[in-house]
């Protein structure tokens, strides 16, 4: 999942070699840390928080199928 969510996020942003995706199990699942450069920030966020939120449910839609529950978190 943490391979997917690199693949997105990397094809998003201007400097893909900052990207850092961590995952971590959780008793809520799993939940995936992503860092990229201070810059990069508001295209993953997009407008009005429009890419995240696409973002979160398509990997909830996949969690879904593997039975588990994900969780995306920008860290800055």
């Known amino acids: 999942m943490e391979e997917f ?3 997105l996020i990397k094809n998003m942003v201007n400097i893909p070699e900052q990207v ?3 995952g971590i199990d959780g008793q809520n699942g799993l939940t995936i ?4 450069a201070p810059e990069d920030v ?3 966020v997009g407008r009005k928080g429009n890419a995240i939120r696409s973002l979160r449910t398509l990997a ?3 969690g879904a199928r ?5 969780h995306l978190e920008i860290i800055q």
């Open 20 to 22: 850092d995706i961590r």
């Open 66 to 70: 593997l039975g588990r529950r994900v």
């Open 33 to 36: 840390e992503i860092r990229v």
């Open 42 to 44: 508001g295209k993953v």
């Open 5 to 7: 969510v690199a693949y």
């Open 60 to 62: 909830m839609s996949i």
